[in-house]
């Protein structure tokens, strides 16, 4: 069966932040497109499909403009850049992150789900400070959130995003 999208402002249905037809546009903008136009619609659709979910995985300021849309975005209550957040849209840079990250996705299907490698790390040091990790009770494959694998989103998504998947950053509160 074809994947459909639905990428309706705040639907109670909603599963893309953007439409094909939108991820299309925005292709034929960047240098190296034909990542992109040699997929199929059903290709392309199931990357943005799966783009969304992951990006919709994570943790942003403001919050949701109604208790019934399906996807974290469109938002409110937050200004970034002197801008604030409104239900009327969805900002560019999610909207940018949406189409990369369907593009790596559609381009490498395994990379998410760490099929490539372990993903566990023994031991990791910074200066004087070191870490070390029980490898026994971690789960080869296990990804905290979409940055694990694309740190590059950072770049689009940073100003939005308060941390990981599940928000797995601590707040540091000095008393």
């Given at each position: ?5 639905d990428?309706?402002?705040?639907g ?22 034909s ?14 499909i799966s783009?969304?979910?992951?990006l ?41 992150a ?23 790390y ?14 026994s ?13 694309y ?5 689009y ?12 950053q ?6």
């Amino acid at each position: 069966m074809a994947a459909v999208i639905d990428a309706s402002l705040a639907g109670a249905s909603s599963n893309s932040y953007v439409t094909l037809a939108q991820a299309n546009t925005y292709f034929e903008t960047v240098p190296d497109s034909s990542t992109w136009t040699s997929k199929t619609d059903d290709q392309k659709n199931r990357a943005l499909i799966s783009a969304t979910g992951w990006l919709d995985g994570l943790t942003y300021y403001g919050d949701r403009c109604t208790t019934t849309q399906a996807l974290k975005w469109p938002r409110e209550e937050f200004t970034v850049d002197g801008v604030d957040l409104a239900c009327t849209l969805i900002p560019l840079p999610i909207k940018n992150a949406t189409y990369e990250l369907a593009r790596a996705l559609a381009n490498d299907t395994s990379a998410i789900i760490n099929s490539t490698g372990t993903g566990l790390y023994e031991e990791v040091e910074l200066g004087d400070l070191k870490v070390k990790y029980n490898k026994s009770s971690q789960s080869a494959g296990t990804i905290n959130n979409v940055f694990d694998v694309y740190p590059w989103l950072q770049a689009y998504l940073g100003p939005y995003c308060q941390g990981g998947s599940g928000n797995y950053q601590v707040p540091l509160v000095r008393g």
